[in-house]
């Protein structure tokens, strides 16, 4: 099979357009990460509201404790005065029930608005974190062509004195931007000379090379990355046939 080497290819000059084109998409990068800043932002602010939810709930908890502690020692009060009052004893007695029945009432609605509470926290959290863990994959696709373009750039950049400086440039520009996506979480895919992994890779070709093993990876076309063990983007990999 024949495929596209650009070491195969004259030596050519970056012109002052595709500079200029560099360093729009430079500007354009630095604008998305502004807007997705803001996105995070807003993830913030929706996250102080549900915590405020929960304040409110807890309070809310707080006061039907206080009840159920009022009640207690309103029982205690009547209990008291019965132990004094003896003409009244019966009566206390007899009302002394009802009053443990409040408390046994209000007990369960406690033991149930706390359950409930649990539970309501708890689905918060996770589905707060399942949003916000979404949001991030779906910025970081959106930013890896950038890295792609940066890789291209660099792979395609013709030699020569007057161009390594600009490559340099970009050379750098590609490392920032890639320690940025690592204090994501995000990693590159090592596929070069690995074995084939559909969960990774994407074969667009193959390539004759006896020296290898059927079905190894002997060209990275595009890098590939994960995002906490997640697929991010699969390897454009050419590989050995396989069969």
């Known amino acids: 099979m024949s495929y596209y080497d650009p070491r195969n290819q004259p030596p050519h000059r970056l ?7 560099i360093e729009a998409s430079l500007l354009k990068l630095e604008r998305e990460v ?5 996105i995070a932002r807003k993830c913030e602010a929706t996250a102080e509201e549900e915590h405020h939810r929960m304040t409110q709930l807890e309070e809310r908890l707080q006061e039907q404790q206080n009840t159920a502690l009022q009640a207690r020692e309103q029982a205690a009060e009547w209990q008291a005065k019965a132990e004094q009052l003896q003409p009244a004893l019966r009566e206390r007695e007899q009302a002394l029930p009802a009053v443990e029945g409040k408390v046994a009432q209000m007990e369960d609605r406690l033991a149930r608005a706390q359950a409930d509470y649990d539970n309501s926290k708890k689905r918060l959290e996770r589905r707060f974190a399942i949003q916000a863990d979404q949001k991030i994959m779906e910025f970081l696709r959106d930013i890896l062509p950038v890295m792609d373009n940066l890789d291209r750039t660099i792979q395609h950049a013709p030699t020569g004195t007057n161009n390594e400086e600009t490559l340099d440039g970009v050379k750098i520009t590609r490392q920032l931007f890639l320690s940025a996506l690592d204090s994501y979480g995000v990693q590159p895919i090592d596929a070069l000379k690995q074995p084939f992994d ?6 667009v070709g193959t390539v004759n090379d006896p020296a290898l093993p059927p079905g190894t990876v002997v060209e990275v076309e595009q890098s590939g990355y994960t995002y906490r063990e997640k697929l991010l983007q699969p390897a454009r990999v050419l590989i050995t046939p396989i069969g």
């Open 15 to 21: 012109t002052v357009s595709q500079i200029k084109q």
């Open 34 to 38: 502004a807007q997705w800043k803001e």
């Open 198 to 203: 559909p969960a990774y890779h994407e074969a």
